[in-house]
Structures are given as structure tokens and as C-alpha cells.
């Protein structure tokens, strides 16, 4: 942190900062039992990996630090996220397929279970970053408190979002300061070319189920 940014609401964070955790290209992924505090970038990045399981983990961040997401998927297969507790300002749980110098990747067959977040963006989250195709995603018995917003989906780079549920999730929404995005929805699904030369990718097979709580 470098200074405060008073009209934001939000700290201004130092050009350069690390990640916390970063798995890349690896199989049979095992993260569990591991609390991370103020973690000063993405708390666990997790790159192009197949067969991980991420359990009993606690991230407890600032939540007027930007930019500080809990978990990021990025073109993975085949991850159980569960069991997991999450306050922080950035998105919580956070899904996408950024284009690498290997390639585009693609997401497919994830699910976040029984956990827990609290965020000043969007708790659960599938996008922005959407260059590869992401299919095959469940949320499911999860709780979204004190958040911004809660579940959101967004298209933006020419990858194809399909088979993503969310079920038997409380919800708690509202308006958090201006340094982050949001308005306080509970459910958001976007479909918006960020490039005009590469349009969005199409959202489809989306089903929401069982959504209770306040905003």
C-alpha cells in the first residue's frame, strides 16, 4: 500500500505486488488446512492445472485492497473447491481462461461447495477473462455475506460459457464503495465484446436454483 485513495474508499496499492500461491501446469493438486492473511495480490492462483482439490482453506485479506481476489481459477479441469471461508475485496472465487503464451485454455468440470465469502466485487464469479470455452461449473450450498455482488457471470473475450448452476445459495448483497465494481446485485450474467474485433462468447445452459437472502 502506497497511499489512500479518500473519493474511492479504497487503498492505492504499490505497482508491483506478488501473488500468494501460484500453481501452474500441474496434476493432482491437493491444497487444504492453509489460512492466508492480507495477502497483497491474488491469494491463490491456480494456472492450466487438471485434478485439484482445494479444502478447508481460510483467506482473510483487506478489504480495501484491490485486486486481491481469493481464489482464481484460470483454465483448469477438474477442481472441487470446498469447505472454504473468504473475506476479501476482490472477487472471491473467481473463474476464467486468460490467454497464455502456450495458448488459449479451457475451463471444464468445477465445483465450489459449502463455502463461505464475503467480497467488495462479486463473491462467486465466472469471467471476465474469457478467451477459451468454460463448461461444466456448479456452485452449490454456499453462503455470500456482506458482499457486493453475489453471483455474476461475464463474457467478454470470444469464449463460450455453458453448463454453470448455481443452487441452495444465501445471499447478502448491498452497495460497497466506488473503488469496486457493483451495485449491490445479487445476480449478474453479461454478455459485452471488451475488443470490437473479438465479440463475446455466447452464455448459454445457465440455471439458477434455489437463490434466497436480501440486497
Known amino acids: ?5 479518500p473519493e474511492a474508499g479504497t487503498h492505492l496499492p504499490a505497482t508491483l505486488r506478488p501473488r500468494v500461491l501460484v500453481v501452474e501446469d500441474c496434476t493432482d493438486v491437493n491444497i487444504e488446512g492453509v489460512r492466508i492473511v492480507d495477502s497483497p495480490m ?17 483467506i482473510d485479506n483487506d478489504l480495501r485492497l484491490p485486486n486481491t481476489d481469493g481464489i482464481v481459477v484460470d483454465s483448469c479441469r477438474d477442481v472441487e473447491i470446498e469447505g472454504v471461508d473468504i473475506s476479501t475485496a476482490d472477487d472471491g472465487v473467481c473463474l ?9 485454455g479451457r475451463k471444464a468440470n468445477v465445483s465450489v461447495r459449502r463455502c463461505k465469502v464475503r467480497s467488495r ?14 463448461t461444466g461449473v456448479v456452485f452449490e ?5 456482506d ?13 463460450a460459457i455453458s453448463g ?29 465484446d471488451r475488443r470490437s474485433e473479438l465479440p463475446a462468447g455466447q452464455v448459454s445452459n445457465v440455471v439458477f436454483n434455489d437463490i434466497s437472502g436480501s440486497m
Open 1 to 5: 500500500v502506497v497511499g489512500e485513495d
Open 42 to 58: 491474488w491469494t491463490v492462483h491456480l494456472v492450466g492445472c487438471a485434478n485439484v482439490r482445494v479444502c478447508n482453506l481460510r
Open 96 to 104: 476464467k481462461t486468460t490467454r497464455r503464451t502456450t495458448g488459449i
Open 121 to 134: 466485487s462479486c463473491a462467486l464469479k465466472v469471467g471476465t477473462e474469457t478467451f477459451g470455452d468454460i
Open 141 to 145: 450450498d454456499c453462503e455470500v455475506v
Open 147 to 159: 458482499s457486493n455482488r453475489a453471483l455474476g457471470i461475464f463474457s467478454r473475450d470470444g469464449g
Open 164 to 192: 454453470v448452476r448455481f443452487s441452495r445459495i444465501a445471499v447478502e448483497c448491498h452497495e460497497t464503495p466506488i473503488g469496486f465494481w457493483g451495485s449491490g446485485e445479487a445476480i449478474t450474467v453479461t454478455s459485452v
